[in-house]
């Protein structure tokens, strides 16, 4: 019983190890790549394809909320938001976000109007876009199919937890004709999100986005110490 904790403290302090001459390297300056992400680069593609459409994105960071165990992917997807708000605002695309938990909603907005703030398009955002529709799992899924439909999205962009309504959402994006982009780590929404999204993320490809994206040093050691 001992032998086996002191094994797994060694372990530990290894990993930790790992992770900290990682950071160190990247913040040193020496270049740390991570493989490409088709799913990622497809956001650049989806809006693009909004703004020759003139139509607007739809963006959900899931169903989980700020806690429990489905807490990271929800950061995740928020930081995503962070990356594709800019987007946005660079090429005066209209962004709908669609929150299910309450808690979720200020973080979200505070994301959004941010990434305006930093591209000098302050003026561009639109708080009303940012919308909080019921923190019931199916009454969340109802709203947001119906925002989809209403506004004819040219991209429906969910990222995060997501439970028996992913298909719902990825369905009505379909009606639409809109260009899906999708990544999970609830492993049960996998082969769904495959079947029925245009680029997907799987698992932890996801908690690698930000890092992908935003190419800060400290994340992208991160990343490669735990790989």
């Known amino acids: 019983m001992i032998q086996g904790r002191i094994f797994t403290f060694w372990l ?20 740390i790549r991570i493989r490409r992400l088709p799913a990622l680069d497809a956001i650049d593609e989806a809006m693009g394809r909004a703004t020759e459409m003139g139509r607007p994105v739809h963006f959900t960071p899931g169903l989980a909320n700020l806690t429990g165990l489905d807490a990271p992917q929800t950061l995740a997807a928020i930081s995503i938001l962070g990356y594709v708000s800019k987007l946005a605002a660079q090429y005066d695309v209209r962004l709908i976000v669609t929150i299910r938990h309450a808690e979720v909603y200020p973080l979200a907005l505070e994301t959004m109007r941010e990434s305006y703030q930093v591209s000098d398009k302050i003026d561009k955002f639109v708080p009303t876009d940012v919308q909080y529709l019921s923190n019931q799992q199916f009454a969340y899924a109802t709203g947001a199919c119906g925002v989809i439909t209403r506004e004819k999205v040219a991209a429906n962009i969910m990222m995060g937890a997501f439970w028996a309504e992913n298909l719902m959402l990825a369905e009505v994006g379909n009606q639409v004709n809109a260009l899906q982009v999708s990544g999970t780590a609830s492993l049960g929404q996998v082969p769904l999100f495959v079947a029925t999204t245009d680029y997907f993320l799987m698992g932890e490809e996801l908690d690698a986005a930000s890092a992908y994206l935003s190419q800060d040093a400290v994340q992208l050691g991160s990343v490669h110490g735990q790989d």
């Open 12 to 31: 530990l302090v290894l990993f930790v190890g790992i992770m900290l001459y990682s950071m160190r390297k990247a913040k040193s300056g020496k270049p």
